[in-house]
């Protein structure tokens, strides 16, 4: 099994910045893309930015600029840094990973942390 930690959420005022880290442990092979999303009650999860093994990273537009996606390979950790953040970027956040892991072959499965609570004061 993977479990994905996350740990970096909590309260900020408008302006300020956060980080937060997630790291992926178990029995894994390799891991793929590497990604955070946030959802709000009554809303759907989205995607805030996702990162490749290579280190491609993909944004939301919502965020462009403003959060930056990093990830750390021989650690399997990934990080959101979050700038001028603003109070609709309060939400939950989850970290996510596709993992290949020992006995699945070439199979990639979809994991997801627990989730980390952002809220952002006006």
């Known amino acids: 099994q993977v479990q994905l930690v996350e740990s970096g959420g909590g309260l900020v005022q408008a302006g300020g910045s956060l980080r937060l880290s997630c790291a992926a442990s178990?029995?894994?092979?390799?891991?793929?893309?590497m990604g955070w999303y946030r959802q709000v009650p009554g809303k759907q999860r989205e995607l805030v930015a996702t990162?490749?093994?290579?280190?491609?990273?993909t944004y939301a537009d919502s965020v462009k600029g403003r959060f930056f996606i990093s990830r750390d390979n021989a650690k399997n950790t990934v990080s959101l840094q979050m700038n001028s953040l603003k109070p609709e970027d309060t939400a939950v956040y989850y970290c996510?990973?596709?993992?290949?892991?020992?006995?699945?072959?070439?199979?990639?499965?979809?994991?997801w942390g627990q989730g980390t609570q952002v809220t952002v004061s006006s």
């Open positions: 996510n990973a596709e993992v290949r892991t020992v006995g699945g072959g070439w199979k990639v499965s979809n994991y």
């Open positions: 178990g029995s894994i092979i390799s891991i793929n893309g």
């Open positions: 990162v490749t093994s290579g280190g491609s990273a």
